[in-house]
């Protein structure tokens, strides 16, 4: 379960009689993102703000954010700045996929200007499956959630993303970009397939998720890294849901929660990779993995 922190904003029990008598409380609750809970709890109540994600991290808990990266220059310094806005203590693991762009001169910087950030280089094109998998051995937060390195989906969003696992309710929590959030209007046929190969996955897996092939997937790392994967390219996505589906020997299944996303797709214009090939492999990995590891 989520370990409740001792609330360290001054509790108000009377009005302030001058306006500059708040400075000193919004100094404090500026500076801590702790004591911000703790006034909000104040205000609205904790079941109000354990609804809309607002609660407090446990002592010495790490998020571990891992960032496949292939030919990004125009997205990926904005969308580390957002990852880092997240008040949540994080390590960013960027994975560079043999760019060809300015990528790989943006990710030098970045490793320069934070300290938690680190950047790893695959020696060729290999796909997001396989900078995933290398960035998986990474890992050293407590829970894992995999990012894409441009704007589609909202780092801040990973409070809520989280919050599952650290209510003690969660393994694995799938963000659904069909359960309720907006969404920009794009492509109508990518949306038949993803909905079709949910589908498919689903009467394999006997899970009932609603959106499968969404970048946000949330691990414990134990759970990611116990998972062998195999799949170079988009296949990452049936294969660990089918992986994270398969029942262990002697052990319970592990708990799968979906929670709502918006979601701001881009155009292949912008930089948008995946293709009709894609949605084959995607087919192919749902038979394969369910038949056999």
Known sequence: MTTALAPEAPVVDKPMEKPEDLAPLLAHVVANPNARVALLHQLLGEAVCRHIGVYPIPTGF??????????????????????????????????NDCSTDGTPA???????????????????????????????????????????????????????????ILDGRADVVIGSRFIGE?????????????????MLSNWFTNLNLTDMETCYKVFKREVIQSIKLKSNRFGFEPE??????????????????????????????????????????????????????
């Open 182 to 198: 907006s969404h920009r209007v794009l492509y109508y046929w990518h949306s038949v397939a993803n909905k079709a190969l949910t």
């Open 62 to 95: 790490k998020l571990s954010v891992v960032i496949p990266v292939y030919n990004e220059e125009r997205w990926l310094a904005e969308l580390v700045r957002r990852v880092q806005a997240v008040e949540i203590p994080k390590e960013l693991i960027l994975v």
């Open 106 to 164: 943006i990710l030098t910087q970045l490793e320069k200007q934070y300290d938690n950030v680190r950047v790893i280089h695959q020696p060729k094109n290999k796909g997001k499956g396989a900078a995933l998998r290398e960035g998986f051995k990474h890992c050293t937060g407590d829970v894992v959630i995999v990012q894409d390195a441009d704007w589609e989906y909202d780092p801040a969003e990973y409070p809520k993303l989280i919050q599952p």
């Open 240 to 293: 660990v849901t089918a992986k994270i589906a398969r029942k262990r020997k002697g052990q319970p299944p592990w708990r799968v929660y979906e929670v709502p996303i918006s979601y701001s797709g881009r155009t292949y214009e912008e930089g948008k990779k995946i293709r009709l090939k894609d949605a084959f492999q995607a087919l192919y990995c749902i038979i394969r993995y369910w038949l056999a590891d």
